[in-house]
């Protein structure tokens, strides 16, 4: 009886947000035993992405969390946090759910299906590099005698856990411990280290994936953000699905 994995993805309306989806749903169809929580930043679910979903045989859940509105109008934006809290509090409310592990799939990285392998095994909490973040090209754990004793990053901060939302993974359980402290904070640069502060109890809780932290199997591909406008669906299943 192997855990389940419950992949969240948080995704906006962009020009690129639907090739992005078509690409990320056909790397989770090869994904055993996984729930995909897909979370919109917008006030209804968009029929576009309801008839993806459909089609592409992943057992799922479509929600909305809109941004609040105080952060439409400023510089730098907590992207993708009140979906992800979306996604937690989905998983919280659940206490039927089947035993499993949570991971931040964000629609435009690109995984190595040997990740979703991998991260199956998270007891705890798991951390493993990602690659072509930042300047160094590199995000990852620093693992000393099977232990994740501190971590490479081209930005600390202040942050306690400097790493991307793409190099963790969590066993639910792990958050059902202290349910009132599993947020995301809506903080530009310390959504990862206030969601980790708030579950992650000792450092000998952090399990190391990939190879003892030695191989790649997720990249922070951003695609650049389009200057043109969306194109607007027409609603319905329409052919727009196919465009
Ligand atoms: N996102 C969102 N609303 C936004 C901007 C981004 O829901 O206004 C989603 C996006 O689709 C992605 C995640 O949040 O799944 C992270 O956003 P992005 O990739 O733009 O951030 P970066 O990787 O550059 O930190
Ligand atoms: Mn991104």
Known sequence: NQPVLYIVTPTFARREQFPELTRLSQTLFHVPHMIWLLIEDTSECSPILSSLLERCQIPYVHMVAPMPAQFLVTAKKPRGVSQRNAALQWILTHPELPEGVLYFADDDNTFDLRLFKDIRKTQKVSMFPIGLMGETGINSPVVRNGQVVGFISDWFGKRKFPVD??????????????????????????????????????????????????????????????LLPVINSRGGDSNLRDL
Do not use: Q
Request: glycine share 8%; proline share 5%.
């Open 165 to 226: 939302m793409g190099e963790f993974a969590v066993n639910i359980r792990y958050l059902t411990y202290n349910p009132a402290k599993v947020a995301m904070p809506f903080m530009v640069g310390y959504e990862e280290d206030g969601f980790l502060r708030g579950i992650v109890k000792k450092w000998s809780d952090i399990e190391p994936l990939a190879e003892g932290c030695t191989k790649v199997w997720v990249w922070h591909t951003t695609a650049e953000e389009s």
